[in-house]
Nanobody, 121 residues
Framework: QVQLVESGGGLVQPGGSLRLSCAAS????????IGWFRQAPGKEREGVSC????????YYADSVKGRFTISRDNAKNTVYLQMNSLKPEDTAVYYC??????????????WGQGTQVTVSS
């Protein structure tokens, strides 16, 4: 069964950094595109970043471009989201999912509960 588990969230001050991890089991991570989404209370889910399976191309929402970096470690079957220069508006629960391609439909699977990121002084 396709399964992804997120980790690495926490409380950080504005301007700080966190690295989120998305560990896969049941499939080889580079078979699918992997997307990071986030959802803040009272807001709609927002696509944050994605890394494609074919050539490793990366995509970012305008709100995080230049601050966040997505990467993949095939040996560890893990995708990372390095988040720098964090802002209070980055506060949300972050999820990773497998997609057939970036911006495409989500692959059915057992997805994690997400990891909470809180940016506050």
């Amino acid at each position: 069964q396709v399964q992804l588990v997120e980790s690495g969230g926490g409380l950080v001050q504005p301007g700080g950094s966190l690295r989120l991890s998305c560990a896969a089991s049941g499939f080889t991570l580079d078979y699918y595109a992997i997307g990071w989404f986030r959802q803040a209370p009272g807001k709609e889910r927002e696509g944050v970043s994605c890394i494609s399976s074919s050539d490793g191309s990366t995509y970012y929402a305008d709100s995080v471009k230049g601050r966040f970096t997505i990467s993949r470690d095939n040996a560890k079957n893990t995708v990372y989201l390095q988040m720098n220069s964090l802002k209070p508006e980055d506060t949300a629960v972050y999820y990773c999912v497998a997609q057939y391609y970036c911006s495409g439909p989500i692959v059915p699977g057992d997805w994690g509960q997400g990891t909470q990121v809180t940016v506050s002084s």
